[in-house]
């Protein structure tokens, strides 16, 4: 019987772009590990933070248009006042994230685990696989401990996807040729 091996060619530039960007999600993601409360809460504050950008983005837009209606600056009001309660209440900003991390590992998991069975000759497909079968597994992890957990876990399982997702670009990196 013949084996086949299929190569991921890429010029070297690309590879060490590969190798790089994933030994930075490596370091992010073993910092989640190591103080998951910091991580979680970093989280909640960027996503407050983009919020309330967002929310001061929108109502320049809104006065710049000289909106006089009230439903112009509605959005505005209303993404500035979520932003301020998710930085002045990070917890329960985390419990909400947490629901969408939910909904994005499960996503995630069943992209990689498919990702994986099409690149399957590939060296370094198992990584991929292994990568998607986790986050399916901190998705029902996460709705197990969601909400009262959500404080600290919302870091540990960002840094466990973070870790494993550099952990696959490295080796998909070192697999090509």
């Given amino acids: 019987m013949y084996e086949t091996r299929l190569l991921i ?30 991580m979680g809460l970093a989280i909640s504050l960027l996503i407050a933070a983009l919020l309330i950008l967002a929310g001061i983005l929108s109502g320049y837009v809104a006065w710049s248009s000289y909106n006089r209606a009230g439903s112009g600056w509605l959005k505005s009001i209303i993404l500035v006042v979520l932003g301020l309660l998710i930085a002045f209440y990070p917890q329960a900003g985390t419990a909400a994230i947490g629901l969408m991390l939910i909904l994005y590992f499960l996503m995630d998991g069943f992209a990689n685990v498919v990702l994986s069975l099409e690149l399957k000759p590939l060296p370094g497909w198992g990584w991929t696989m292994l990568n998607g079968v986790v986050s399916l597994v901190l998705g029902v992890v996460f709705i197990a401990g969601w909400p009262f957990n959500a404080h600290w876990l919302v870091g540990l399982l960002v840094g466990i996807s973070l870790l494993l997702d550099g952990v696959a670009l490295v080796m998909l990196a070192r697999a090509a040729k």
Avoid: A, Q
Wanted: hydrophobic share 45%; glycine share 14%.
């Fill in 9 to 38: 060619t890429m010029d070297e530039h690309t590879r060490r772009r590969l190798r790089n960007t994933g030994l930075l999600l490596v370091l992010i993601g073993i910092g989640g590990i190591i103080v998951p409360s910091i």
